[in-house]
């Protein structure tokens, strides 16, 4: 695509860094160019994004959340959630009754180009292999040759279909039942795309568990929204990305270090001949470091007194 090869012609032309937001796919050849020119690169890719639900969440909150996040820019957002893991007890019912109905009267989005054949045929999989279409709004001809479609909310997904683990680039959303949050984590760490995720739940326990999820950035009781903070760092992890944008470390990362050593003084005591006293001296150098008490701190520092003195003596 564009983005592709505008940022293959500028490392033929010659940058210091290269900073992609783009697809999984165009990351790989946007990186088989910078392999060539040796051109340090940051990349924001794909997301798989999971929202985790605890018991005791705010249900409103959940679905005014999900509602945002799902139709966000018409569901092209790479951090819009792909997969809402859920408490497998009643108020998983409530949950997604009430999802529903805020989604049952949402309006169509457009899906883009590029994206509506792979979203159309990993929906289409799914079904035959026995989810479900909860709103049952689900049109393939349509988003084929339109590109349009309605939010998609799925159920009874085969835990290994691909459609749970690839960068859906639009309005769709898969809920997945866990006994227990660690199953939730689970889910979440074993998928390669783990760009976000968002955490709902009593805050306590909600932070918990995200200090537990290996993703780029984690919410708590929301989602999407803290990306536009510009004080947070934002970048992924496995088939999402590495490096940052934004905050104190993305302006590091569009920095390079130069270091310039000056050495003063007369003594360095490196370009001189090996001796006996050498072993002696940074032994105590390296005990008076480590030293946790001040009694051996004294001992060491007699070793570094008796080797500096050999070490002196050596060298008239």
Not at 195 to 211: D, K, M, N, R, Y
Request: net charge neutral; glycine share 8%.
């Amino acid at each position: 695509d564009s983005s592709t090869e505008a940022a293959i012609e500028a490392q033929a032309k010659g940058v210091d860094l290269v900073v992609l937001t783009g697809s999984a796919q165009t990351g790989k050849l946007v990186l088989h160019q910078s392999a060539e020119t040796l051109t340090p690169s940051i990349m924001e890719l794909s997301g798989v994004d999971a929202a985790v639900v605890l018991p005791d969440s705010d249900l409103d909150r959940v679905v005014d959340a999900l509602k945002f996040g799902l139709l966000f820019n018409s569901g092209a957002t790479c951090i819009g959630p792909r997969r809402l893991i859920v408490p497998n007890h009643s108020s998983t019912s409530a949950l997604t009754d009430q999802l529903l109905n805020g989604l049952r009267d949402a309006s169509q989005v457009t899906v883009h180009p590029a994206a509506r054949s792979n979203v159309a045929d990993l929906i289409e999989d799914s079904l035959q292999k026995g989810a479900k279409d909860c709103l049952g709004k689900f049109d393939a001809t349509s988003l084929r040759t339109t590109g349009k479609l309605h939010p998609v909310v799925l159920r009874d997904v085969p835990s290994d279909h691909a459609i749970l683990q690839s960068d859906v680039f639009a309005p769709v959303i898969s809920i997945i039942p866990v006994e227990h949050p660690d199953q939730a984590i689970q889910l979440v760490n074993e998928c390669p795309y783990r760009l976000a995720a968002s955490v709902f739940g009593p805050t306590s326990h909600a932070q918990a568990i995200a200090e537990k999820l290996d993703a780029g950035v984690v919410t708590v009781n929301d989602m999407v929204a803290s990306t536009a903070d510009p004080r947070l760092p934002f970048g992924g992890r496995g088939k999402s990305g590495f490096g940052v944008t934004r905050g104190p470390e993305g302006l590091l990362a569009m920095t390079a270090p130069r270091v310039i050593a000056t050495r003063r003084g007369r003594v360095a005591m490196h370009l001189s001949p090996r001796n006996d006293a050498d072993v002696e001296l940074l032994s105590g150098v390296l005990q008076w470091s480590n030293s946790g008490n001040w009694g051996r701190r004294i001992a060491a520092l007699r070793r570094v007194t008796t080797a500096a003195s050999q070490w002196r003596a050596l060298k008239k």
